[in-house]
């Protein structure tokens, strides 16, 4: 018969490989119910996705000072009645260790009309969903500061991800600009 040992004599180096860390992913939105939720007048909304050129890339590296990690620019535009009333464009940025899937409105004049979080993965930040802290954004354009503790607020606990959510938004309006208008 054999015997097995008792939970508490088991080596301390197999204990950690034992215990897994919890996970924290969370989908708030599906990209279709984002698009509604930042143009809830739109009727349609059309896929415009490409990839960007190198002086693209390098026009909105320098207007943004955010280096572009991914060619594929992945847009919306928002139709109301036929007519174009934005864009929207899905985008991710690394919170503290993993992606936060976020989308950003920009209205035709520029302007940023709202910022959704649709997926977040992080332990710790989740407060970047608070709709005043994303509220900030609102009226932002390509021309704008987009700093933090400057025209953005930093919420304690989540500075990383406010940080590269800042920095985000900053590089998709330089993205409209270069590639949308």
Known sequence: MH?????FCVPALIVPALISAPAFAVQYLSLEQAQKALFPGADAFEPAAF?????????????????????????????????????????????KHELITYAVAIGSDGTVHGVEILDYRESHGGAVRNPKWRAQFHGKTAGSTLQLDDDIKNLSGATLSCQHLVEGVRRVLATHTAALK
Do not use: M
């Open 3 to 7: 015997q097995f040992e008792p939970w």
């Open 51 to 95: 990839n960007l050129s190198p002086e693209q890339r390098r026009a909105i590296e320098a207007a943004s000072g955010v280096k572009v990690r991914v060619n594929q620019v992945r847009a919306w535009r928002a139709k109301q009645g036929g007519k174009a009333s934005g864009w929207v464009v899905l985008d991710e940025v690394i919170g």
